[in-house]
């Protein structure tokens, strides 16, 4: 079982910037995927940054260019960087890993990001 805990999120006027830290349980140098989600109010989870255990990176369009996904082996962390925040960036922001031959998932509890325009 893996244990995640997001951190860093807050009240951040539009234009601002903000970063959020998912520190793992256990060593995540090996993880298959490591990705942050966002869940906006009456709205589906959608996912927002992804790296993998080769440090590939990817993105959803509504982020690209804004915000940069990064991990730290030596901490057990990874980091979302939000730059130029827009008040639909507002969510609740959650880390998510992918491990091992049958991709288990774990799920922080998330922490919530709020841009005000």
């Known amino acids: 079982q893996v244990q995640l805990v997001e951190s860093g999120g807050g009240l951040v006027q539009a234009g601002g910037s903000l970063r959020l830290s998912c520190a793992a349980s256990e060593r995540i140098f090996n993880m298959n995927a490591i990705r942050w989600y966002r869940q906006a109010p009456g709205k589906q989870r959608e996912l927002v940054a992804a790296?993998?255990?080769?440090?590939?990176?990817n993105y959803a369009d509504s982020v690209q260019g804004r915000f940069t996904i990064s991990r730290d082996n030596a901490k057990n962390t990874v980091y979302l960087q939000l730059n130029s925040l827009k008040p639909e960036d507002t969510a609740v922001y959650y880390c998510?890993?992918?491990?091992?031959?049958?991709?288990?998932?774990?799920w922080g509890h998330g922490t919530q990001v709020t841009v005000s325009s």
């Open positions: 998510n890993v992918l491990k091992g031959s049958v991709w288990s998932q774990y």
């Open positions: 790296i993998t255990s080769g440090g590939m990176t």
